[in-house]
Nanobody, 125 residues
């Protein structure tokens, strides 16, 4: 089963920035809405940001609006989805997952069939 692959996590101080990348090769995944989710210890996984196929429609969780930006870029038939995270807070600490599925609304709800392996983001105070 083809899965999206995340990269770009790490340790950053509060107020800093990180950019996450998620790559899906040419094929079914690259032609679906994609999103970023996160799960902190003891909490449920939540949708952070979702983007549609053309990049013209996005969803952001209230907690990240104005700080995070999702975008997608098509290269060589595949797709890379970015999550630019600015003004990071300790409460942003979590494992961040990339996901792809359809339709857009289902991805926002977390009804996703294809998940990446996750990348750790840790924000120190």
């Amino acid at each position: 089963q083809v899965r999206p692959v995340e990269s770009g996590g790490g340790l950053v101080q509060a107020g800093g920035s990180l950019r996450l990348s998620c790559t899906a090769p040419r094929g079914t995944l690259s032609m679906r809405p994609m999103g970023w989710f996160r799960q902190a210890p003891g909490l449920e996984r939540e949708a952070v940001a979702v983007i549609n196929l053309s990049g013209t429609s996005t969803f952001y969780a209230e907690s990240v609006k104005g700080r995070f930006t999702i975008s997608r870029d098509y290269v060589g038939g595949g797709v890379t989805v970015y999550l630019q995270m600015n003004s990071l807070k300790p409460e942003d600490t979590a494992v961040y997952y990339c996901a792809a599925d359809a339709p857009f609304a289902a991805v926002v709800r977390g009804n996703v069939g294809s998940w990446g392996q996750g990348t750790q983001v840790t924000v120190s105070s």
